[in-house]
Every structure is written in C-alpha cells, then in structure tokens.
C-alpha cells in the first residue's frame, strides 16, 4: 500500500531547511549558523580554517522545482549576493518518513542556469527571438513579469557538492 505524502508548513519546512544545511556544514568542520528575522540578507553563515565569512542562501522545497526569485532579486551581476546556494529537497510520507537530496551551487552558476531556464519561457511564449542574447539587465526586467524557478533536473548535476563551500572556506 502506497503512503499519502505529508505536507509541511512552508514557515518550518524553510526553517528546517536552514538547520539542514547548518548541521551538514558542523559535520564538514565548518562553523555555521542560521541567522534569524524577516529582513535578514543571509540564511546561513559559515566559516572555516581561513576565517573568512561565507553567505548561503537556502532554498527548501517538496516539490520538483525550487523558486528562487533570483533575476526577481537581483539587478546586476555586482549586486551584493551570496556567495552559495543550497537547495534541499524534502520528501516525507504519511508515517513521517524523511528523504533528503541537497544540491549545492555558487551564485554564478544558478545564475547560469536560472538564465538557461528563463530563456527557454521566454522563447516558447515568444518574448525573445531565438538569435536574442539576453543581459543580466533583461533578464532582470523580463523576470519581473513572474517568479524564477529552477527544476531538479536543472540542479542535479551539483547534488552533494559540499566540497565547493568546504574549500572555499578553507583556502
């Protein structure tokens, strides 16, 4: 017999997301922490041997798609961001039986692929042309007209890529 899956309240299904991604960085040896508030620009913040300060911004999700709102968020390619993005994936069933995937990305590349994925929307519902290069800048204006997401299958390639904040934070 199949189990219904459970659904978690976004607030503390985001909130546990954050302690996730905290606890994985503690067993790497790194110091981490959640920071806390409603207008708080960073969800974690590690650091390592090298003593310099790493932001991580967390995205949890049930489903197969993360919402990143990041052309949503930010401007330009100069804009002060984090340094590191963690995405989880959470599944549970009816017993409250867990499942976790974490893919780990720097700024720069779910900005590649997060433009990769709005310029496939754009092309099917005929906002660009297919020879059309799209700047940081366009991106940012044409992203305001809804709310950027990535799938899974976008992310899979960085799954447990843990060692990109582990060395960064031990350089």
């Not at 040896?29 to 806390?36: E, I, K, Q």
């Not at 700047?135 to 997401?149: A, I, M």
Request: aromatic share 12%.
């Amino acid at each position: 017999m199949k189990m219904k899956k459970t659904e978690i309240n976004k607030y503390y299904l985001s909130l546990a997301g954050e302690y996730r991604v905290a606890s994985e960085l503690l067993k790497r040896n790194l110091n981490a922490t959640v920071t806390f508030g409603n207008a708080k620009s960073a969800d974690v913040v590690v650091y390592g041997s090298n003593r310099k300060a790493r932001i991580i911004e967390v995205k949890t999700s049930q489903q197969k798609n993360f919402v990143t709102s990041f052309y949503n968020k930010y401007k330009n390619a100069e804009q002060e961001h984090p340094d590191f993005w963690v995405l989880l994936q959470v599944k549970v069933d009816a017993d409250y039986n867990f499942s976790e995937r974490f893919f780990i990305l720097s700024h720069t590349e779910l900005a590649k692929i997060q433009a990769k994925r709005n310029r496939a929307y754009r092309l099917k519902h005929g906002d660009i042309t297919e020879n059309q290069k799209l700047t940081w800048e366009q991106h940012y204006q044409l992203s305001q007209k809804g709310v950027d997401n990535v799938l899974l299958t976008d992310v899979e390639k960085h799954e447990n890529k843990w060692d990109k904040i582990v060395k960064a934070c031990n350089k």
